[in-house]
């Protein structure tokens, strides 16, 4: 099953996109899919891994704890409905 995660990289750090391609491996998520386009403002990467929802949100967790990553989303997933009164 294929994901779309959305990531935003520290301009400063030229190894964080290469920590993230090696994290993926590491937990069995291969990459299907990668777009990177820099700035002077940061990283974005757009990557489609392929893998069970449980080791998405691992890997997602992991992600986001790693040295250089800013944000990470998910992308294409509906986001949950506010609560009504």
Do not use: K
């Amino acid at each position: 099953m294929h994901h779309h995660l959305e990531l935003t990289l520290v301009p400063t750090d030229p190894m964080a996109l290469e920590r993230v391609l090696v994290l993926c491996r590491a937990r069995r998520c291969p990459i299907v899919a990668l777009r990177f386009d820099a700035d002077e403002e940061g990283g974005r990467v757009l990557l489609t891994v392929d893998g069970e929802p449980s080791r998405l949100a691992l890997l997602t967790h992991r992600i986001d704890a790693l040295i250089g990553v800013r944000t990470t989303a998910p992308v294409g997933s509906a986001a949950p409905a506010a609560p009504t009164r």
